[in-house]
Structures are given as C-alpha cells and as structure tokens.
C-alpha cells in the first residue's frame, strides 16, 4: 500500500468528525499496519469517512478508543447517522499512524 490511500474522502461534515455510520464487523480484521483497526466478528464499528478514487474500499471509523481503515465489506451498517456527504480531499495526516 501507497503512503496515500486516496485523494479524496466522503464525509458528514467539513471537519470528518460527525458519525456518518455504525455497523456490526461480518468477522475478525487484523490490518497490515498501525493505519489499520483491527476487530473482532460481531463488534461495533463506527465510521467516520469513506476514501474514493483509488481506495474505494477503505473506510475510516473506530472500534472502542482505537481508529484506523478497513475494508468497508467487512461491515455491516445497521444504523445511518447522516446522509449528508461531502466530497473533500484527503490530507497527509488522514494517512499517519495515530
């Protein structure tokens, strides 16, 4: 993987902060590297950006207090918070580490 992901994301609000989905993760996720959220099949997943273009199937969001990408296949949305969505682009920091 690139150090960028995407050049643009979807998100609810200018600042990608508001919740725009939770689901229930379909199995367990180990990711690559620390970008990554890792899960376990059954927990809740909240998400927060969707990157599009060349990553469409990452999507940002968190588990607990940890934040990272996973493959959007591996959730399944139960509950819509927002069906707003801006189209913005990605920052350096949207690809570090936290």
């Known amino acids: 993987l690139g150090r960028r992901f995407a050049e643009r994301k979807r998100c609810a609000d200018p600042e990608c902060s508001m919740l725009m989905c939770r689901g229930k993760a379909r199995q367990d996720f180990k990711g690559p590297d620390c970008r ?48 707003e969505e801006l189209e913005l682009p990605t920052d350096e920091t949207d690809f570090v580490c936290f």
Request: hydrophobic letters at 35%; charged letters at 20%; a neutral charge.
């Open 36 to 83: 990554f959220v890792n899960f376990k099949k059954g927990e809740a997943v909240y998400v927060y950006y969707k990157l599009i273009g060349k990553s469409t199937e990452l999507w940002a969001g968190s588990v607990g207090s940890d934040f990272g990408y996973f493959p959007k296949d591996l959730l399944e949305i139960n509950h819509n918070y927002s069906n």
